[in-house]
């Protein structure tokens, strides 16, 4: 496909791909996380070994994957000359979605650090719903552009 992109295209294709996988596997595991952190102690080992983890997910792996898969996307946004995309719509509309989550997360991230969780095991299995069923359906999106 030549564009402004031009031969970069597949790369920059390649690239948005892993920043996803990236994104969706932290945005997956992290609140599997707080599912165990909600059931320790506060103060305890296992509780400060969390927090080291759900700290380094988040600003290691999280967010630098999410800054390159907005970055990488409106690349290929533009290149497309998507504007007219129904699909596409549909999709930006739930990769902010997909982003306000990823606050959500940060925020709760937060008060486990603080330890002023407030949230039990069980509403974290819930949110770890959310960005299972958004990745099918942006998926979906992509892959069969229904409209």
Known sequence: MIGWLGAAYLWVVALHI???????????YLPRLFVYHAEATAGSELSETL??????????????AMIASWVLGLMLFFHLGAWDMGWMHAK???????????????????????DKNQRS????????????VLMIAIVILVVVKPF
């Open 92 to 114: 930006l509309l739930l990769v902010i979605v997909m982003s306000g989550l990823h606050g959500y997360l940060a925020r709760w991230r937060k008060d486990f650090a603080a």
């Open 121 to 132: 095991a069980r509403f974290y299995r819930i949110a770890n719903e959310g960005p299972t």
């Open 18 to 28: 892993i920043a996803i996988i990236a994104w969706m596997a932290g945005m997956l």
């Open 51 to 64: 927090k080291v983890m759900e700290r380094r997910l988040l600003k290691a792996i999280i967010n630098p």
